[in-house]
């Protein structure tokens, strides 16, 4: 996973310019790179310490020009021109990053949609083993990664054991809603989870600037009836309906929205692409709420289109195609990207016994984070 392990043993210097020079690498292309960037990046402006740069390229008084450069084995050596300075470059940096690629990133994995049949398929995976092992606990953040939805099994009974879950990945991450929030039908409630009814297949608090990435929800217990879990693929049925619809994912996914979220000490508001897309074009996940949808204050003769797109896939969402159903038995963490997967309930009878469910979330990007340290040898620790 190491970016600098590929070392070209053929490079040959094609040019100097004014902003930068040209390098023939073992592709057999010529590749340009800017003198600012290889000044920047010079090995020694990295502290191994810190793991930071410490090089500050601000500081510079004039632009950064080389007076000579040669090949040295497996580095390119740089004597620059205004200041004591020499950079030797390896040459596998410079594969690396030729023609701009972006730096390989073990946690960019190619997702695998599901579908309404996946509930034997759902990666499972213990709670103790998740805490006692990296290697298990590397292989559930990859299945978040690739599918979206796990199961964590044997639960202990406890608050604590809710935070102990989350922190496997990252930072337990409050929303308006507080660090954590109970599911059990409410008195007066402010939100239409607390109720007994049925709960529309939605992604949750749209209305954040930031919309939280990776939720936990924790059965303690589920002796009632009724109250069918209900999950769908947004990766899966926004696939479909780029087939399907090209002008109406077109829509969704370059239109934002306006979302929100209003009681009495809050008013979070936000706009939101209901389809988003990944920096390859691909659908990453879906950010979609029915019942927190603000008033579209869009052009009207926009909404001409937009309204029945937005429909069609509403619709399209509901399907018994993608619509995956069970029910939660007390033990289990439901662990899902909340940036993908819509969850939802059916209505269940509050008398019938108890249901408890206690919930928080973690960013996306902090799962990534902690897959990356538990998979790949990053910069530094080589
Ligand atoms: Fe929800």
């Known amino acids: 996973m190491n970016d600098l ?23 057999g292309a010529t590749h340009y ?17 810190t793991r930071e ?5 601000f500081h510079l008084e004039t632009a950064p020009r080389a007076r000579t450069a040669e090949i040295d084995g497996d580095a390119l050596v740089i004597d620059w021109q205004d200041e004591d300075h020499i950079t030797r470059m390896p040459l596998s940096w410079l594969n690396a990053y030729a023609g701009g690629q972006r730096r390989p990133d073990p946690a960019d994995l190619s997702r695998v949609a599901w579908f309404g049949d996946h509930y034997p398929a759902v990666p499972r995976f213990s709670q103790p083993d998740l805490v006692s092992d990296d290697a298990t606990r590397a292989k559930w953040i990859e299945a978040m990664l690739v599918h979206g939805f796990t199961i964590v099994t044997d639960m202990p009974d406890s608050d604590a054991a809710l935070t102990q879950t989350a922190e496997l990945m990252g930072f337990v991450r409050p929303t308006f809603f507080g660090t954590y929030f109970d599911v059990k039908t409410h008195i007066n409630p402010t939100n239409t989870a607390y109720t007994a009814g049925a709960l529309e297949l939605h992604t949750d608090t749209p209305a954040e600037e930031f919309a939280p990435g990776i939720q936990f929800l924790h059965c303690r217990i589920n002796t009632v009836d009724g109250g069918e879990s209900l999950y769908a693929d947004g990766v899966a049925v926004a696939n479909d309906f780029r087939k399907r619809d090209p002008e109406g994912f077109r829509l969704l996914s370059e239109v934002p929205i306006p979302f929100y979220c209003e009681h009495d000490t809050y008013d979070a508001r936000s706009r939101q692409y209901v389809i988003e897309l990944d920096q390859h074009g691909e659908v ?6 029915q019942h927190m949808a603000d008033i579209f204050d869009l052009d009207q003769k926009l909404l001409d289109d937009y309204y029945p797109a937005f429909c ?13 159903r069970f029910l939660m038995k007390g033990g289990e963490c439901m662990v899902f990207d909340n940036h993908r997967i819509v969850h939802g309930r059916a209505a269940y009878t509050a008398s019938s016994g108890d249901r408890y469910l206690r919930g928080c979330y973690v960013d996306r990007s902090e799962m990534r984070s902690t897959y990356r340290a538990l998979v790949s040898e990053g910069r530094f620790k080589a």
Do not use: H
């Not at 990453?284 to 709420?289: F, N, Q, R, Y």
């Not at 069609?312 to 993608?322: A, N, P, S, T």
């Open 312 to 324: 069609r896939f509403g619709r399209m969402l509901q399907e018994e195609k993608y619509m995956m």
């Open 33 to 49: 790179f800017n003198y600012y960037w290889l000044r920047d990046n010079c090995p020694s402006s990295f502290s191994a310490m």
């Open 5 to 27: 392990s590929s070392s070209p043993t053929v490079a040959t210097i094609a040019g100097l310019g004014d902003k930068g020079l040209d390098i023939t690498l073992a592709d």
């Open 284 to 289: 990453e996940g879906l950010t979609i709420s």
């Open 53 to 57: 740069r410490s090089f500050d390229i």
